[in-house]
């Protein structure tokens, strides 16, 4: 990021300088989150995004690597063999993979 400007990294290796107010945030579906802390910073999320969006599984994290229709993924329960095979594609893309 350049000097202090905090934007949401997107596909192609840029900085998304949207807010994430304004951004599309998917997940496969919110009932992967588990009560307590996790599902609470979930809501979270939800309520900061402009619209959250469902059901799109590993095609979300392309639409993030190519910068087209989501700005960010959140999900839980990612078994390894579902996190590995897509940190190459978001990473090589300009994306970063990270945990709560």
């Known amino acids: ?3 202090n400007e ?3 990294r997107s596909g192609g290796g840029g900085i ?3 807010e994430l107010k304004e951004s599309m945030m998917y997940a496969t579906t919110p009932h992967m989150f588990h009560p307590g802390e996790e599902e609470e910073k979930f809501r979270r999320m939800c309520q900061a995004v402009k619209r959250p969006l469902y059901g799109a599984d590993c095609y979300a994290y ?3 690597a ?3 229709g989501a700005d ?3 999900e839980a ?3 390894l063999y579902d996190y590995c095979a897509l940190v190459p594609v978001v ?3 300009g994306g970063v993979m990270t945990d709560w």
């Open 91 to 93: 990473e090589g893309a």
């Open 66 to 68: 190519s910068g087209f």
């Open 1 to 3: 990021e350049e000097g």
């Open 16 to 18: 998304c300088r949207k």
């Open 62 to 64: 392309a639409l993030v």
């Open 72 to 74: 960010l993924v959140v």
């Open 6 to 8: 905090r934007g949401i």
């Open 77 to 79: 329960d990612l078994g």
